[in-house]
């Protein structure tokens, strides 16, 4: 598997309060993803990284912010949970061509 | 904009029998496209993928997939399918460009009777 950590795996949150998940990897690629996963919508792109400090939005990027300082670490974070955003979330990873996926978070909100 | 049909939600098929899912994307140029699998409570993993050249392209586990230009298709296949099989596959389109933000088809949930 490649070497990509996604912390916390499983998250309960209130309504409108702060989330951050974090997605670490240990490849040294230069692109990283956050993708939400939804029953009958496949895997959808919120935001992503192509390279330290450069991100830009993904499809679904309303009420999410991302951060990436250090090569290794891409943060999503949910500036103010809704329950429209349980889900769970997966992190990705490319060189540029095929991308390798983390676990997952599966992130509830209440 | 890049988009991925994936027509079947559900696919049931014997154990032993040869097995056929459908991908249907539209992209504006030549697409990276890729399969992955997803067991329940896993993440994906990648089957196999196309860039360019030859048109049948192998994978792991025994899986391959034919790209079809004329057909805006790429149907994954597999002779014989083990009960191990039973998972969620999904199709994917990138664009050829640095990035390569990838577009999901919605999945075909697989069944595999014993």
Redesign the interface.
Known sequence: DAGITQSPRHKVTETGTPVTLRCHQTENHR?M?W?RQDP??????IH?S?GVKDTDK??VSDGYSVSRSKTEDFLLTLESATSSQTSVY?C?I?G?????????TRLTVV | AQSVTQPDIHITVSEGASLELRCNYSYGATPYLFWYVQSPGQGLQLLLKYFSGDTLVQGIKGFEAEFKRSQSSFNLRKPSVHWSDAAEYFCAVGANRGGNKLTFGTGTQLKVEL
Not at chain 1, 40 to 45: A, K
Not at chain 1, 96 to 104: H, L, W
């Open positions: 692109y993803y993708y009958g919508h496949g895997l959808r792109l992503y192509y993904g499809e997966f990705a490319s540029g061509v095929e991308a390798f996926f983390g676990q997952g």
